[in-house]
């Protein structure tokens, strides 16, 4: 709930404002442990109209966002800085509104005697069930500066290997979008209007300028089904994956597409890696370990592979003896340094070994492919154009001829 207060400091300042709490008493309460003396406190009403809060046009809270704060978080808590007071410093440098009100709520959260960990957990779209549990292993191990650090080179690696594998599709997707509009510029204003000349001739077209034409007339008599088309395929193609159904259809799908199947997998590996040896560093049993783990890895297949792996765990079982019974989604590297780790006691070491060699392996596929697409797109692009380019020149050098 929010309260509007007005309170006097110390030296008498009058002091109006907005604030969150579970109550008036702890509104009151939190007034006083900064040192404030509230003269009166209003629940706020809820309004309608222009002062409602407009959720879709909310804007998000980006990964570098949460990366930035949480390395700026565990500096200021290394340097002995309370944590609300922490927080509420943090939020005062955030440009978000939305990130900001997060921030505010969680450090009101605090002051009022819960917990960190619990307080970021009421957040988990901002801040992941990992985020909340790290802070918990901090909070009892006393080493929360370390932890936080620990989250946000995870959270940074994370960030690291989605940007980078955007940026790989941003170049392909642009020249696509070129082509769709010289297409539609062509078969609908060039096309058209050689049609006249070229049927008057009485020659016969080459096949190619045939089939341009009718590509032509379909597209500019059936715009509408074509729009109704795509509007179809765009919808279908966001809202499906969302449903139980189609997420796993999708991930099993993205898995075994030829090439970029095995990137996929070597991305779901290293996500395992870094997010089962953090927790691990952090303190956590294997088993709890494997439970977040499995939550954040984002596919289903893997996710149903890190569940059974801990009911194995759960019988006695080690992890390299699970893993192993899945030669086509985890490597025998994978499984290889996981049974090395088990063996010596240092798994959570050894997984860092492993995140360093599947980031490599990725980072390696994106330049590839960056590479290769390039000229695959500009020759793909070059001929499609020569296509339609022959189907207007074909006819009117055979007219030429014909004249002459």
Same mark, same amino acid.
């Given at each position: ?62 990964? %570098? ?37 997060? @921030? ?13 960990? %619990?307080?970021?957990?009421?957040? *988990? ?9 790290? @802070? ?5 191990? /006393? ?49 058209? /209007? ?19 034409? /009718? ?111 899945? *030669? %086509? ?17 240092? @798994?959570?070491?050894?997984? @860092? ?29 070059? /001929? ?21």
């Amino acid at each position: 709930m929010k309260f509007s207060y007005q309170a006097r400091t110390k030296d008498g300042t009058i002091k109006k404002g907005v604030l969150e709490a579970s109550s008036k008493m702890a509104a009151i309460d939190l007034l006083h442990k900064n040192n404030f003396y509230p003269t009166l406190i209003t629940e706020e009403s809820k309004k309608l109209g222009l002062d409602m809060e407009l959720k879709f046009l909310e804007k998000g809270v980006s990964q %570098k966002e949460v990366v930035m704060f949480t390395r700026e978080l565990a500096i200021m808590i290394e340097s002995n800085v309370p944590p609300a007071k922490a927080l509420e410093a943090l939020a005062d440098q955030t440009s978000n509104k939305a990130f900001k009100e997060k @921030i505010l709520k969680i450090a009101a959260d605090i002051r009022e005697g819960i917990t960190m960990s %619990k307080a970021f957990a009421k957040y *988990p779209k901002v801040f992941s069930s990992f985020y909340a549990n790290m @802070i918990k292993s901090g909070e009892v191990s /006393g080493t929360l500066p370390e932890v936080l650090k620990k989250v946000a080179d995870h959270l940074e690696n994370e960030y690291y290997i989605r940007t980078k594998t955007i940026g790989a599709m941003v170049y392909p997707i642009v020249i696509l979008v070129v082509f769709s509009i010289i297409f539609v510029v062509i078969v609908v204003y060039v096309i058209p /209007g050689l049609v006249e000349v070229l049927e008057s001739s009485g020659a016969e077209l080459p096949l190619v300028t045939r089939v341009v034409i /009718g590509v032509s007339n379909f597209v500019i008599n059936f715009w509408w089904f074509l729009i109704l088309i795509i509007a179809g395929i765009v919808s279908f193609l966001y809202y499906y994956p969302k449903t139980p159904e189609g997420k796993k259809a999708t991930d099993v799908l993205v898995l075994n597409i030829p090439i970029y199947g095995k990137f996929q997998k070597n991305i779901m590996m290293n996500r395992f890696a870094e997010n089962f040896g953090t927790l691990l560093t952090s303190g956590k049993p294997i088993t709890e370990a494997l439970e977040v783990t499995a939550d954040l890895i984002g596919n289903v297949v893997y996710r149903d592979l890190i569940l059974e792996t801990r009911e194995g765990v759960v019988k006695g079982q080690k992890v390299s003896e699970n893993l192993v019974r899945y *030669p %086509k989604l985890i490597s025998p590297l994978f499984v290889q340094m996981v049974a090395v780790g088990e063996t010596t006691g240092r @798994i959570s070491e050894t997984l @860092i070994n492993v995140v360093k060699f599947y980031k490599t392996e990725i980072e390696t596929f994106v330049d590839s492919i960056s590479s290769l697409i390039e000229p695959i797109m500009i020759l793909g692009l070059a /001929g499609m154009v020569g296509v339609l380019v022959a189907a207007v020149f074909l006819p009117l050098y055979q007219i030429g001829g014909t004249i002459g």
